[in-house]
């Protein structure tokens, strides 16, 4: 039970590694970045597009007031031509009101030029940076998965050395085995060939035999002991 324990919290361990690497990855994150400055362009472009279109709509009622202006001047003149001095008046003052009108405008257009270009300027200057961080973002990103790859090759390559370690530690003590049968074979034959007997016993075997055998020797010892006193005794 407590290996299926360990195998089990050693996936759960894994797999947080992993999501930890992904919202760790700087490439994830220079992306992030790269699109968040790409969004604040496509912004900029879009409040510059609205900025021109408002000031082209202002520029059309530009038109139109100078319009009213020459039609309310060339009305006061055939007013005086009639000898109407009343309505030339009258038209005299709505141009004087529509002249004011068009100052008013025409401050209104000049200054929200200059707004479109300082959106211009922005909008300019977001660009260049959007590309030299593109550069640099691929440069990073390179650079990031070049020592990725360089890690897991040295990891690789320390993972077979103590393999190789731990392989060369498991042949050193297969060839000790294979030395001491060796050894065992060879003095085996020895004593076949001196004439010796094998003792194919294991050591608690041959112990128990000995104590038996001691006491059978003991016991015959005492009936040639007895034998000899009766004997004596009879003689």
């Not at 299926?4 to 700087?26: M, Q, T, V």
């Not at 890690?151 to 530690?169: C, I, W």
């Not at 049968?181 to 000995?210: C, F, H, N, S, V």
Request: hydrophobic fraction near 40%; charge should be negative; glycine fraction near 4%.
């Amino acid at each position: 039970m407590s290996g299926f324990w360990d195998r089990l919290r050693a996936n759960i361990e894994a797999k947080l590694s992993k999501l930890l690497d992904r919202f760790e990855d700087p490439r994830e994150q220079l992306d992030y970045a790269y699109d968040k400055l790409v969004q604040q362009l496509h912004n900029v472009e879009i409040a510059l597009s609205r900025a021109i279109a408002a000031r082209k709509k202002l520029e059309f009622e530009l038109e139109r007031l100078d319009e009213k202006i020459r039609d309310m001047d060339e009305k006061a003149k055939r007013a005086l031509k009639v000898g109407r001095e009343d309505l030339a008046k009258q038209a005299l003052e709505r141009k004087l009101v529509l002249s004011q009108q068009r100052s008013s405008l025409e401050k209104r257009i000049g200054s929200m030029k200059e707004d479109e270009e300082k959106l211009l300027a922005v909008r300019d200057n977001l660009r260049t940076k959007i590309d030299l961080f593109k550069a640099k973002k691929e440069q990073l990103k390179a650079e990031y998965e070049a020592s990725k790859a360089q890690v897991e090759v040295q990891g690789m390559v320390t993972g077979l050395s103590e393999d190789f370690t731990s392989a060369a530690r498991i042949i050193e003590r297969s060839e000790e085995k294979v030395n001491e049968m060796k050894a065992r074979a060879a003095a085996l034959d020895e004593l076949i060939a001196t004439g010796g007997a094998l003792d194919l016993l294991e050591p608690e075997e041959r112990d128990a035999i000995e104590r038996e055998l001691g006491k059978m020797e003991l016991r015959a010892q005492l009936e040639e002991e007895l034998r000899r006193l009766k004997e004596e005794v009879g003689g």
